[in-house]
């Protein structure tokens, strides 16, 4: 009786068609007239790619979009020796949609992450750059879920 239950259970939520809200990550393709960058330009490039935005100069469109950042390393600690012990990376994410200078859309995000230093300076600047990719990667996943809504 009781592996009856669980097989009409089991049965049910497998046939249901449940998928979680934002498990689409697909992304709408943004065309715009004009797009503004602001601060690195490494980070508006990797969004731009992974949000898929297109330039069409066309006279019919009138939408710009404004993508603007900010990238901040913190020490945190130090030891005795006056050496940083830990850091903090700080990525600001700006988005902007407008339509004839008014705000359409706008989104701010805001991604941290502490680590520990590191004896050998090129070990260092190599972590510092995957955790950049890695902050970059998740202002994107939450653009593409806003965007989606």
Do not use: H, R
Not at 33 to 58: Q, T
């Amino acid at each position: 009786m009781k592996k009856g239950i669980l097989y009409l259970l089991l049965f049910m939520l497998t046939s249901c068609g449940y998928q979680p809200l934002y498990s689409q990550k697909e992304v709408k393709t943004l065309t715009v007239s004009e797009l503004v960058l602001i601060g690195n330009a490494k980070i508006n490039e990797s969004v731009i790619s992974g949000l898929s935005i297109k330039i069409d100069k066309n006279k019919s469109l009138t939408n710009k979009i404004i993508l603007e950042n900010k990238k901040t390393i913190i020490e945190t600690s130090k030891d005795k020796k006056g050496q940083t012990e830990t850091y903090k990376m700080i990525i600001d994410y700006k988005f902007l949609l407008l339509d004839e200078n008014n705000i359409l859309n706008e989104k701010y995000i805001s991604e941290e992450f502490s680590y520990k230093s590191k004896d050998n300076k090129f070990d260092l600047t190599e972590y510092e750059i995957n955790i950049e990719q890695n902050l970059i990667n998740k202002i994107i996943e939450k653009l593409i879920v806003y965007m989606n809504i």
